[in-house]
């Protein structure tokens, strides 16, 4: 009798878990539905712990250590000579050489996505084997400390921002969803968030279940609409054209501009995560970075807008400019993470 | 000692029109080819009332277009105070009582900021102004004394300076007209911006719990806690509303402004019975309500809701009929005919005395630096000047037709062969950004050392829900 009772007390346990389980995929996907706010957004980094097999040279000088080398008798010249001359180069930059070696990323190995669908020389190995990943944004800032975690300057500020900034609420919305495991068709819709968002009560973590109103109001040009599949809870869309992304650091409105844009993120019922990979416009990407971060911010990176921006510009592999044939856009993919959230689109209601 | 002995927004009245019957009382227009006066502008313009406050006889309110009421000299100028600022690597300004202004020319970078070091030439030391001679100090006479928060303060060289609420008193060269405020700004600055100067007044008349700041769209009444203060149109503008349309299901977004127990009505302030116990504040006869549904401080969201706005105390000058306003991903900004986003330009130097780079008179090495790397052809493609119509003239003081000669950036002479005529606010040409290809894109913000904030761009915005942009 006793054991009796024991088996009915587990299968009312295990229905109970089913249940649960059920009732958190059901209550995320509402009309074939779900959402996902962004959360994290960092440039896709490989590290290796002593950074010996991507960086084996060491890292680049910044500002602040090419301004040593460059005027060690800085007492003597003119703001002219000195402060002004390393700002022009920085706001109006070139490809010519600045006479400081630029140190790439010599590993094998990146985090990323197979852009081109080929596999080619300067291509990089998925660290899970997969050849031909194109990111060689990340063969240009892999050896710049700003952009490393967990303490560079970038890795920390630009990914903060996208908290606690409005200007970057960027959302995915899926819709015709019929299994958020396998659906060999979805629609992935994104948007701009107006809200802040739902954090539990330290105020740091933000948690499942909060409400985006769509920004309609500002953010119409970012709406994007694509095609995905669903593959053992893997999400992976189809390109998109353009894709702006809205990222403003110190209150400085700006963007970066993707082509060929893709995501492919891990599903839950209340996390994405995964990469956002595509082309990025080698101009906007500079320029989003030197205008949110002046010339000091980098130096705490050690990030030479002047010899990265040559390294952009060399390392450029699609979008060849018509006149001059030079490449205008560049390889790269981003860490992304994001959290489930009802989407309000008082636009569409109406 | 003065007293004001009428109330205060009518002397501003008073003394605003005064100002303009005497318009260049002390002074000639420092560069307009073309001014047609702010005259059009009075009828129609608030102006924001101030607490009365004791002042020495040499000194009385100016009302301002820009800046609302503010100190002034015998000669119409307007009271400059320098606070002390925080900048990377130590500290500018002055400390209260402490005058740091002097005739001294510098000549070497203080390495204030970062990266750069201490130590580095200033451009064109020969022709380097001093501090003084772009802020005079307003001296006091030997028999000076001390009226309310006014005070006298000893220079080093052994002259007596005025100071407001312990900080030192100065005029700028800049201001050529009674009511212009071209020195400094109460807008907000900070962060890595230069340690400006800021003009001085009296507080301004509102009862507790509310607050007034300066935006590039005129003077915004919030509450203390920075929220937006907002009217609804279909509530009467008598003198003193005693009712409001906004009730039942308005209230779900709109909540009143409640005026506590001991609230008393003063000036254009009152308020009315809403409901039994609970009194609502009216400023200029419309009941006062915050937005619910506002992100943040200083919001202009709730004006998105047909028949709300946004309460100023007084708003900005109007600009030129040909510009524009056009929609980005942040909010507003102002544009050319073409649309087109228009920029300011801010400058201030690493030094240690703050002195600015912005103005046509300044020094124009740091400007021709960013825009062209020292190319003023290149400066006219990546910045251009906002070309005014022939048939464009100045509607008031703040925006204005100046000439421009574009090789050296300074102010041209009538008739000077190669001048530009352009569009200029605050005595400051400003500029469109060649990068910017159409209508709301806004590349250039940002733009030049410091996010823009010491030698480069912002740009000019009219409404933004997201960085505080108007501030």
Known sequence: MNRIYRVVIGLVVVTALIGSSAQTNDSALRDRAIGYVMTDLFWSVYQTPDAKQECPRGFNDGPREQFEQLYPYHEGLTVEETQLKQEIETWHPSTEPDGFEFLEVEGEFSWGLNLDGEVGPNDFVHPDGSPGIDNEVYRAVGCVIGFRGPDGVEFIFQNKAIVDERYNRMMVELTEVDDLENDDSVTVTVYRGMDRLLTDATGSRVVPGGTQRVDRRWGQNLIRQTEARIVDSVLITEPIGD??????????????????????????????????????????WYYQLIRNDSTHHLSNGQISGISLYKALRRLADAYPDPETGENTAISTALDIKMTQVFIADESASK | MKFWSEPGRRTVLRLFATTLLCAGIYGAL????VYAGESADLSEALTESYREVPIPPEFHVEATPLEGPVFADSNGRTLYKWPQHKLRNGYSGEAPDTPACYDEVLIVTAGLMSPYPPGIKLPEIDNRPSCTDLWPPVLASDDAEPVGEWTVTDRKDGTRQWAFDEQPLYTSVRDTQSGDVFGGTRRRYGGDSPALRVPVGPPTQHPPGFAVKATSIGRMLTTNKNESVYAFDGDGDEDSATSTSCKGPCLTNWQPVAAPALARPQGEWSFFERSPGVRQWVFRGKPLYTYILDQGSWSQQGSDVPGWNNVFTQHAPAYPQSFTVQPTLAGNVLADADGKTIYRYTCGEDSADQLGCDHPDDTQVYRLAMCGGGNPERCLQHWPYVIAGDNEVS??????????????????APGEEGALRVWAYRDRPVYGFGRDKRAGDVNGGGTGEWRGQRNGLKAFWLRDDYMRGIL
Do not use: M
Request: net charge negative.
């Open chain 2, 395 to 412: 509607p008031n003081r703040s925006w204005r037709v100046v000439l421009i000669d574009p090789e050296t950036g300074q102010f041209a």
């Open chain 1, 243 to 284: 894709l702006i992304i809205p990222w403003q650091n110190l209150s400085v409105p700006s963007i970066q501009l993707f082509r060929d844009a893709r995501f492919e993120l891990d599903l839950s019922a209340e996390r994405a995560t995964g990469l956002l990979a595509g082309y990025a416009d080698v101009d906007t």
């Open chain 2, 30 to 33: 420092s560069n307009a080819e």
